[in-house]
């Protein structure tokens, strides 16, 4: 079985993200990199099913500086990665693109793409990729079962339902947080890291689909802030509760 | 300038932000709504009153929803009637086939779009960074949007004809529908409690969620979280408050370290009583609540426990 992962190595939008001076891109200098959430169980998943039952787990990264992530995918168990040096923003459209011509000779069976990025949030790039390459594909996938030369899995759908499908091997799949629990990189794993390949193939994208205008702040703020110390901020809630009857 | 609205039903129901495709639509110019399934005439009936046509894609292939057929069947529709804008509900089943009908048209795609503005040429805003930061993109049309769930909740009434657009799927689904799995239940029910405390990734750690339940305990409350609560396995499947988990609307909803993702926005937003702590004061959780405390829930929660257990 020989499974490509797409990695992202992406900014956590809950560190200090802003809007750089030209208004239209992101300003991330003190923000927080890491592998994108989603991808991290993308590449777990892929990990087990190959020490399930064999294999190779190639990570594909797409930046110039995601080689923390790849490196981190390595740890983890990937045995391979590639790196593709080409900086995109929104467009992924680009980034698919790039990726599709980045694997364009390698035989595998399946593809798993994390649900979205949890920086530019588009969930997008798996499934335009599936497109590219013709894969039949499944999104937002918590279960995976292997069959010969069949997949079945579970995908989330709205309030707590699951549908369940076939597919037919080579697929797409794009994996739903919480489909296992990722591991930790072992000091162990850190080391055998550093003797895996890691290949960069330089790329750049053909297309341009989409252009940016403007970034800004959401227009929000609609809560009265309770502003205070613990002490008073404490008293000013209970006050909030007593006037409407939820305390005593 | 016209659009196709791809509607979408499951259980035998129309999706209402279906409907809401169609304002969008008719804001745009002239509105089509697309339905696709074995037997949709009461869902055509139902979008004709906000569309101009409604055009039935029916097969009995098409009972269960799949991305290959859905595509198949979209590609025919479009390839002929060239609208300038598909609009597709930016839901489960929508961002799944939505990027890959786009990739096959060759048109541009920008999904979870909340405005608009045709203006200044065609540029559509989306938030980024979970909330956090909206950006507003030029597109070339013909393109695809998938749009967010409440951001055209109004639009005009219309009275449309039905037609049938004579459309088969082409060839066999790749992927096979299976069946539909039932939500878990478990033994406490966040959808009817009355107050609720909730909690985020700012919980941090397991070993804080007693604190959480300590809490909730004093105000007569049950404790729910976010995704990535539940997804790290500190609280059970049946807490998770959100899309993908519970709609919840109680007396009281206290955030605490929640972001105020979209996601979970909309299984929280219409709770009677909003209050949420969270020690940054830019979080999108603000936007929503109807009482915000900028700090740390490691200091505001003691002291609140505290003063609720003064009184009893
Ligand atoms: C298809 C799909 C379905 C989804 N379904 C759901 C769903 O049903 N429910 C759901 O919740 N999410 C869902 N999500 C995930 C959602 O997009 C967000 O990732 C998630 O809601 C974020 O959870 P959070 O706010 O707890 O974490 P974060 O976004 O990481 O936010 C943590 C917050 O805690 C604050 N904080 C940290 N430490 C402290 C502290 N000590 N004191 C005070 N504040 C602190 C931070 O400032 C931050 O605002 C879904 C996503 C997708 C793509």
Known sequence: ?248 | MKVFAIAEHRFGELNPLSIELLNLANKLGESNAVVIGKDVSKFAEELAKFAEKVWKIEDASLENYTPDLYVDVLLQLINREKPDVVLVGNTAQGVEFAPYLAVKLGYPIVTDVVAVNTANGFVVSRYVMQGKIMVDLKVSTPCVLTIRQGAFKEGAQKSGKVLDAGIKPSKPSARKFIGYVQPEVGEVDISKAEIIVAVGRGIEDAANIPLAEELAQALGGVVAGSRPVIDSGWLPKDRQVGISGKIVKPKLYLALGISGAFQHVMGMKDSELIIAVNKDPEAPIFGVAHYGIVGNIFDVVPTLLDKLKAKK
Not at chain 1, 6 to 32: C, R
Not at chain 1, 150 to 172: A, D, F, H, N, W
Not at chain 1, 173 to 191: A, C, F
Request: with cysteine.
């Open chain 1, 1 to 248: 079985m020989k499974i490509i992962v797409l990695a992202k190595h992406a900014p956590d939008p809950q560190s200090e993200v802003g809007i750089a001076s030209d208004g239209k891109s992101l300003s991330l200098g003190t923000a927080v990199f890491d592998i994108n959430d989603w991808d991290r169980y993308a590449v777990e998943e892929a990990i087990r099913i190959k020490e399930k039952i064999g294999g190779e787990v190639l990570v594909v990264g797409v930046g110039k500086n995601c080689d923390d992530t790849l490196r981190k995918c390595l740890a983890m168990g990937a045995d391979r990665a590639i790196k593709i040096p080409f900086d995109g923003g929104i467009d992924a459209y680009q980034i698919a693109e790039v990726i599709a011509e980045a694997i364009k000779n390698e035989k595998f069976d399946m593809i798993f793409a994390g649900l979205m990025s949890q920086d530019v949030n588009n969930a997008l790039v798996g499934v335009l990729l599936a497109g590219m390459l013709n894969l039949p594909f499944a999104t937002a996938v918590t279960a995976i079962d292997i069959k010969d030369k069949t997949v079945r899995i579970k995908r989330e759908i709205e309030g707590g339902y699951q549908e369940e499908s076939e597919l037919p091997m080579p697929c797409l799949l794009t994996i739903q947080s919480g489909i296992n629990e990722p591991r930790y990189v072992s000091v162990m794993g850190i080391k055998k890291a550093k003797t895996k390949e890691m290949k960069e193939v330089k790329l750049e994208p053909k297309s341009k689909k989409v252009e940016v205008v403007k970034m800004y702040l959401p227009p929000v703020k609609k809560a009265e802030m309770i502003t205070g110390d613990p002490d008073q901020v404490a008293s000013k809630v209970i006050a909030i509760l007593k006037e409407r009857g939820l305390v005593g």
